[in-house]
């Protein structure tokens, strides 16, 4: 079993640096909120567009290893949260890997 498989939205909102994070990361627990999700073996990831059309992209190796490219300085953003919430909430990601642009460490 994999670690996204018996992630818990409880376990996620310990996670959220704050309140504000928290309830933005709300908003972005849908998948109409991305415009592409997907999974990479043991990772999820999700590409989110930003409010100036930048388009940011999480990855996940596990609810701990969340990296969003966006500039907040909270770990983890709320993107980052919002794609765990996705996770805890059971929706089934498509295995298929973070498009070409997208990567970065
Ligand atoms: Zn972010």
Known sequence: MTWFGSLTVAFVQALAPDARALADAKKLAKV???RRLGREGDAVWGVALGSKGDAYAVFARSA???????PSRKRPCKHALGLLLLVANGHAFVEEALPAGHRYT
Request: aromatic content about 10%.
């Open 32 to 34: 109409s909120a991305w």
């Open 64 to 70: 701990e290893d969340a990296r969003c490219s966006c």
